[in-house]
């Protein structure tokens, strides 16, 4: 009797860590999705626009 709770106990233990290892893998997969939208894909700086000042032509 002893050895069944005990082994019911342990089985319960590991589902609920995989459960949270799954959800946090889905949370983890969302973050990621969004940080990726929010990279912009221009440059911050168009390169007419440079802080770079021009070459002179001789």
């Known amino acids: 009797m002893t050895t069944r ?4 106990i342990g ?5 609920s860590c ?3 290892v799954v ?3 889905f949370i ?3 973050a990621v999705k969004e940080g ?3 990279v912009p894909v ?7 626009d440079s802080q770079v000042p021009p070459l002179p032509l001789q």
């Open 5 to 8: 709770v005990i082994v019911v």
């Open 11 to 15: 089985v319960l233990s590991g589902l």
């Open 18 to 20: 995989l459960a949270v």
């Open 23 to 25: 959800i946090g893998g």
């Open 28 to 30: 983890t997969a969302t």
């Open 36 to 38: 990726i939208k929010q």
């Open 42 to 48: 221009e440059a911050p700086i168009p390169m007419e």
